[in-house]
């Protein structure tokens, strides 16, 4: 079972929180450009990785457990033909994950030969699995991502491509971002509510579809635009063109806030918005909502770095002396702490992860900046550490609202009963945590700095009300949840 799921009856299975690649080439086979764009997804999953190409002929596969730099050797690669691909990277989950869960999952069937590359989370999956099963559907695993080849395999066998995606989109309820591969057809296709990014780019010799436009630069390939909530983008198995298909429209998006706060790499462009300046933005707003001018504001490397220069640059046109500095190291061969089974190695890992640079500490009052709390394990083992290095004061500012509830649509958050915030204030979490104050942004400001609305956001981890309907909670939308059984069973 992985961590989050447990609060809802329909959770638990792993959940899919993933980078996903296509790509389709005039005449270069398309496995390397698909493994380097891999390598640029690596943040977004390091569980698993996987390859799945066509040569118009037949499918080849190559899905192994590990980072990318593992999974795949030369050969493994060079034996991977043909100039249509998909890809894909797992995040790690606790509990137990194999390979059966690794992506992407490939099927052959009376229609050809179907890929499917997902991230996100389906609402409906056990619905429509035990439909399907007990219209003759065998399943391998008990992931979403195969419920949707089963679905889309049966639509092929009477609709075409087009028709039998659009059909899916309207039987299917969650958050997807799909690169699909149908013989070879590379196709990508984000939900209607554009909850997961999908990007489109293109190269010299083809077009490619990858979850962050940092892996189209990474094949030196120019964005040419997000892909539509609810649009289908099939790419021409020429490589010289695709055609786009406005599937499914709703009024509002829901795209998740929290891409931009952590997920997502820096350097990313979703939906028009550089993430890096977000997050100098989000560090901007921070300190003119709740700035402490102390000696010196350092980032919690890597991911409150962006945060901590706009929140210093703010500080500093305010007329601060805040010096921004590099307070804390950080041991690039330690994977993330979330991924340990216990809180004891969590602690430990924190300590393996950051360690203090005594210079800038000792002896000054010091302001952390992290994105996001989650469990506080982070926060009270560096307000800690930056005491034992001889920091006069601590104040921790978090770039992101508090996170109270569990995210459902694909980003491994925690248990309602782990999260620091769920049952408590800011203040009595400084005192937790032991640092001498602690802020969040708030949610305004979030919405601010995004230039979006928060009836276009996601923000279900922050408000516990989601965009999608899932059993047991809020919402805080107009839901359509499509009927339980096809209309033509
Ligand atoms: P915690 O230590 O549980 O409070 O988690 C907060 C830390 O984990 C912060 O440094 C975040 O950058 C990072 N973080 C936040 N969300 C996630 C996530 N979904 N997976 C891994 N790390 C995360």
């Known amino acids: ?288 909502e709740n700035g402490v001018d102390t000696d010196v504001v350092m980032p919690v490397p890597d991911s409150g770095r962006a945060f901590a220069s706009g929140y210093a640059e703010a500080g500093q046109n305010d007329g601060a002396t805040v010096e921004f500095a590099e307070g804390l190291m950080k041991n690039r061969y330690v994977g993330r702490t979330f991924i340990m089974p216990t809180q004891e190695a969590r602690e430990q890992a924190v300590r393996l992860k950051l360690n203090p640079i005594k210079s800038t500490v000792e002896g000054r009052t010091v302001t952390v900046i992290d994105d996001s709390i989650v469990r506080g394990t982070t926060s009270s083992q560096l307000v800690d550490l930056l005491y034992e290095a001889g920091a006069e004061e601590v104040h921790v500012r978090i770039g992101a609202p508090p996170i109270s509830a569990p995210c459902y649509m694909g980003i491994d958050m925690a248990t309602r009963d782990e999260l620091i915030a769920a049952d408590k204030t800011a203040s009595e979490i400084a005192d937790e945590i032991g640092a001498d104050s602690l802020s969040y942004l708030s949610l305004d400001a979030v919405t601010t700095a995004i230039g979006r609305s928060q009836a276009d956001l996601c923000a279900g981890c922050v408000t516990g009300e989601y965009p999608y309907d899932i059993p047991g909670e809020a919402t805080d939308r107009e839901i359509e949840r499509p009927a339980e059984a096809p209309a033509d069973d």
């Open 1 to 288: 079972m992985s961590p989050g799921r447990e609060d809802g009856p329909e959770f638990d299975h792993p959940t899919e929180k993933c980078g996903v690649v296509g790509v389709s080439l005039a005449e270069r086979d398309a496995a390397f450009p698909t493994y380097y764009a891999l390598y640029a997804l690596q943040h977004r999953g390091q569980e698993s990785a996987g390859i799945v190409t066509h040569d118009g002929f037949q499918q080849h596969q190559h899905v192994e457990m590990g980072l990318v730099g593992d999974a795949f050797d030369e050969s493994d690669i060079e034996e991977l033909v043909g100039s249509a691909g998909i890809g894909h990277v797992r995040y790690p989950t606790a509990g137990s994950v194999d390979k059966s869960c690794a992506q992407p999952f490939s099927v052959s069937f009376k229609g050809g030969a179907l890929g499917l590359s997902h991230n996100g989370n389906l609402v409906n999956a056990d619905e429509i699995r035990d439909d399907l099963a007990s219209s003759g559907h065998a399943f391998t695993s008990d992931g979403d991502t195969e419920v949707i080849a089963h679905d889309l395999a049966r639509n092929l066998l009477d609709e075409d491509l087009v028709a039998a995606v659009e059909t899916t989109m309207h039987r299917v309820h969650g958050s997807y971002s799909l690169t699909i591969m149908h013989d070879d057809t590379v196709l990508g296709v984000r939900d209607p509510l554009g909850n997961r990014p999908l990007v489109l780019g293109e190269l010299d010799d083809g077009y490619v579809l990858a979850s962050e436009s940092a892996a189209i630069d990474t094949l030196g390939g120019e964005l040419v635009r997000d892909v539509r909530p609810g649009e289908l983008v099939v790419l021409h198995e020429d490589g010289e063109g695709y055609d786009s298909h406005q599937l499914v429209e709703a009024e509002n998006t829901a795209n998740c806030f929290f891409e931009y706060v952590y997920f997502a790499r820096p350097d990313s462009v979703i939906d028009d918005e550089l993430v890096y300046e977000v997050r100098r933005e989000l560090g901007r707003q921070l300190w003119a």
